[in-house]
């Protein structure tokens, strides 16, 4: 059994929406769109397995312009030190649920926490390797150890699932 810490309603309604409104496609947010590479792990390249992303922070600095939408987040974690900071989003999979396939999100899984912060509610749950799933709700946040291996369900009920994935060293 994976220890998962899910938190509904991790932030104010008010800075939930500081990054939720902006971070739906159609806004100028800037999504750069990123094919799954999960040939190593036997999965072909596929239409469903691709997502878009923004990454905010990576290899120690700030790289997003809209990296202060995520000040709440960061008080709420207090990290001693930020790993990467990355939103995806999935486009509708289709009538049929694709699953991405098991992952981790850094090598420095020994001293690191991984945290999810959902933005949609949808049919697009988190999916651990010990057989747990967490749902898809908006502003739920889920902590596990880095080292845990998980993957992403694409939604069928909505047109995109959006997270932003975290990874920090505690305090």
Known sequence: MTKLEVT?????????????????????????YHLNNF????????????QHTHVFYWQGGWISDFSS????????LNPFALIR????LLLYS???????????????????????????TCNGPTE?????KVDAVANRFVQFPASTRHGSWGATDVPFRRVINFNWIPM
């Open 8 to 32: 509904d309603d991790f932030l104010s309604p008010e800075d939930f929406e500081i990054l939720n409104g902006p971070t739906k496609p159609g806004e100028e947010f800037p999504w750069r």
């Open 39 to 50: 040939h190593e792990q036997g999965f072909d390249t596929h239409l469903q397995n691709m």
């Open 69 to 76: 939408m995520l000040d709440p987040v960061i008080r709420k």
């Open 85 to 88: 900071v990355k939103a995806n």
């Open 94 to 120: 289709g009538p049929e649920p694709f699953f991405g396939g098991f992952h981790i999100d850094t090598d420095r899984e020994d001293i690191c926490q991984t945290g999810i912060l959902y933005l949609d």
């Open 128 to 132: 651990f390797e010990g057989g747990e």
